[in-house]
């Protein structure tokens, strides 16, 4: 079942989402920053406390999301589809490492129309942590998660069904998880039933894994060229990702 939040202030629109984009850098906190644009866009636009309006209007933070997670992710969607990497430039997936396993902490957000359109439950990898993740790996076999930005691939059928490729755009944090195979797929361990019964779902070998029933919704929504973007306040990943340091546009 899709899960649809508006937007408080339906005035905002894609002109205001990309002014959102071209503020964020490694030091987001500085309101008073200007930047430009990428010019296929739009015009230069002066950077300014709106940038967060659609996090307040969303209400994203009563469901757990954290501004600096919001913050990056807008900063390095703006940069990948600076790039051109981006196909489905209305959808922004956060995936919120800050909140633990048993809180749904996978928001799916449409930039355009300005809505929530999917918040869920998504698992780590079992090395990672047992309830909140803390340990990350771009290794083969390290059953861990990998933190940063993805861009969505195509579809096939798996040992988990319907499953989503993911690649990853960050060199040395996450491009090898095409090779390790980590993708979005759904799985039985992701399930309210489990986290009633123990307070958290189930971990997997590095995979974010989805409750069965909302998992081809959430696939087919965001397949085939959306940002996906893994966060963590992890110190290496804060200091290293290009993405969310440098301005591309």
């Known amino acids: 079942?899709?899960?649809?939040?508006?937007?408080?202030?339906?005035?905002?629109?894609?002109?205001?989402?990309?002014?959102?984009?071209?503020?964020?850098?490694?030091?987001?906190?500085?309101?008073?920053?200007?930047?430009?644009?990428?010019?296929k866009i739009v015009n230069a636009l002066s950077v300014t406390n709106e940038k967060m309006a659609l996090y307040e209007d969303l209400d994203l933070d009563s469901l757990g999301l954290s501004r600096e997670a919001f913050a990056y992710a807008l900063a390095g969607f703006k940069n990948l589809l600076a790039e051109g990497k981006i196909q489905k430039d209305n959808l922004l997936s956060i995936l919120d490492f800050t909140l633990p396993s048993g809180k749904k902490r996978l928001f799916v957000i449409d930039l355009v129309t300005e809505e929530l359109v999917f918040h869920t439950y998504a698992s780590h990898g079992k090395n990672s942590g047992q309830v909140i993740p803390t340990k990350f790996s771009n290794k083969n076999n390290s059953n861990q998660s990998s933190l940063g930005f993805y861009v969505t691939g195509d579809t096939y059928n798996g040992k988990h069904g319907q499953s989503l490729r993911?690649?990853?755009?960050?060199?040395?944090?996450?491009?090898?998880?095409?090779?390790?195979?980590?993708?979005?797929?759904?799985?039985?361990?992701?399930?309210?039933?489990?986290?009633?019964?123990?307070?958290?779902?189930?971990?997997?070998?590095?995979?974010?894994?989805?409750?069965?029933?909302?998992?081809?919704?959430?696939?087919?929504?965001?397949?085939?060229?959306?940002?996906?973007?893994?966060?963590?306040?992890?110190k290496y990943y804060v200091t290293h990702s290009r993405m969310i340091r440098e301005n591309k546009a």
Do not use: W
Request: charged letters at 20%; a neutral charge; glycine letters at 8%.
């Open 166 to 234: 993911l690649l990853g755009e960050e060199k040395g944090i996450n491009d090898k998880a095409f090779e390790r195979g980590i993708v979005m797929h759904s799985a039985s361990y992701v399930d309210e039933n489990i986290i009633a019964s123990q307070g958290f779902i189930g971990r997997s070998q590095g995979c974010p894994a989805l409750p069965k029933n909302i998992s081809k919704d959430i696939i087919n929504k965001i397949k085939e060229g959306s940002c996906l973007f893994i966060y963590s306040p992890d």
């Open 1 to 39: 079942m899709m899960n649809v939040f508006k937007s408080k202030n339906g005035n905002c629109n894609l002109v205001m989402i990309l002014a959102m984009l071209v503020c964020m850098s490694f030091a987001f906190s500085n309101p008073s920053s200007e930047a430009v644009t990428d010019n």
